[in-house]
């Protein structure tokens, strides 16, 4: 798998669904995909030349942070992609109460009915938590396995 440095169209058209979606207008740095979802976001000091360079001499794994997915057609933002754009985050936030916190952080999937469809964010006062899919009357948790909370014997 190939890393594949978005050109300026390519990243507008992300940058288009993020601010569809979540009311986000700027990406700041290179958007790199790997494979044909998950992208990278990269801000360095290496100019988009001095990265394909590298890459076809050493092969990259990969470049950046990992920021978002293409998921049917839309972005998912990964939890360090929605701390890098929390401040341009404007629409589709869905705040939690203290008690759906802990389950959210546990990796459950909420019970609320939010009258929403699609991806949206996850917040706790000032705190974004992730990304969910809000649904009829559930919200879907994409919190990975390895940064779940893990539940305490008491």
């Known amino acids: 798998m190939t890393l594949h440095i978005l050109s300026e169209k390519e990243k507008k058209e992300i940058l288009d669904e993020l601010e569809e979606q979540f009311g986000i207008l700027e990406i700041p740095g290179i958007v790199v995909k790997r494979g044909e979802e998950r992208l990278f976001l990269f801000q360095g000091s290496f100019t988009e030349n001095q990265i394909k360079e590298l890459d076809s001499t050493v092969p990259i794994e990969r470049v950046g942070i ?62 974004f938590l992730g990304t969910g899919k809000a649904s009829e009357n559930k919200i879907t948790n994409f919190i990975p396995k390895n940064r779940r909370l893990k539940y305490k014997d008491q």
């Open 66 to 127: 990992y920021f978002a997915k293409i998921s049917e057609g839309h972005i998912r933002l990964s939890i360090d992609g929605i701390q890098i754009l929390k401040n341009q985050i404007t629409k589709n936030v869905v705040e939690i109460n203290l008690e759906d916190v802990e389950k959210w952080m546990q990796g459950s999937e909420l019970q609320i009915t939010t009258g929403k469809k699609g991806y949206i964010i996850i917040k706790y006062k000032n705190d």
